[in-house]
T-cell receptor, first 109, second 118 residues
Framework: TQLLEQSPQFLSIQEGENLTVYCNSS?????LQWYRQEPGEGPVLLVT?????EVKKLKRLTFQFGDARKDSSLHITAAQPGDTGLYLC?????????FGTGTSLTVIP | GAGVSQSPSNKVTEKGKDVELRCDPI?????LYWYRQSLGQGLEFLIY????????KSGLPSDRFSAERTGGSVSTLTIQRTQQEDSAVYLC????????????????FGPGTRLTVT
């Protein structure tokens, strides 16, 4: 059983389309992070959300933290091939750090 | 400045042999983490160090896995009597403060060691 479930697991879209990735848990997190990982590299932090209901924007990426701090979403507007990668949510409700199951995004030119 | 480095980048070993994986964190980072990632999957938390001590070792998958950190810097992850299911990419990360227990500090990752057990 995964503490952080992401959906969808795989996503293949055309350049210019919009998409949303979801990260859900039954546990409460004081903060959640989103990372992006490209092949052969380690994950790189995109954003940290810390307040229930918080919305953060990073260019074409919009991140939202659920009111109950159990879930988060990542919305990408007008996806580009450079957005291709593995997107991971992550957080630490206790003494271990958990990553989500991951969403593999492919943006086709 | 230098990022997190890991060695070797690739390791192929025979089933039953022991392997050591090394991680050099960013200088000055007190927290260090080990993760395991199967192909295209999310990361499995193994262990984290605050300084030289590991507050929680329960993420290690079996007693064949051990890790140590000396001098508050370099860390070694050792896998004894390797099995085929140990094949994965082992990632190390460091941060200036622990990202556990609700902390929100950024972790900086190394490129990983790809371990293949034949």
């Amino acid at each position: 059983t995964q503490l952080l479930e992401q959906s969808p697991q795989f996503l293949s879209i055309q350049e210019g389309e919009n998409l949303t990735v979801y990260c859900n848990s039954s546990s409460v997190f004081s903060s959640l992070q989103w990372y992006r990982q490209e092949p052969g590299e380690g994950p790189v932090l995109l954003v940290t959300v810390v307040t229930g209901g918080e919305v953060k924007k990073l260019k074409r990426l919009t991140f939202q933290f659920g009111d109950a701090r159990k879930d988060s979403s990542l919305h990408i507007t007008a996806a580009q091939p450079g957005d291709t990668g593995l997107y991971l949510c992550a957080g630490a409700p206790g003494n271990q750090f958990y990553f989500g199951t991951g969403t593999s995004l492919t943006v086709i030119p | 400045g230098a990022g997190v480095s890991q060695s070797p980048s690739n390791k192929v070993t025979e089933k039953g042999k022991d392997v050591e994986l090394r991680c050099d964190p960013i200088s000055g980072h007190t927290a260090l983490y080990w993760y395991r990632q199967s192909l295209g999957q999310g990361l499995e938390f193994l262990i984290y160090f605050q300084g030289n001590s590991a507050p929680d070792k329960s993420g290690l998958p079996s007693d064949r896995f051990s890790a140590e950190r000396t001098g508050g810097s370099v860390s070694t992850l050792t896998i004894q009597r390797t099995q085929q299911e140990d094949s994965a990419v082992y990632l190390c990360a460091s941060s200036s403060y622990p990202a556990v227990a609700g902390g929100s500090y950024e972790q900086y990752f190394g490129p990983g060691t790809r371990l293949t057990v034949t």
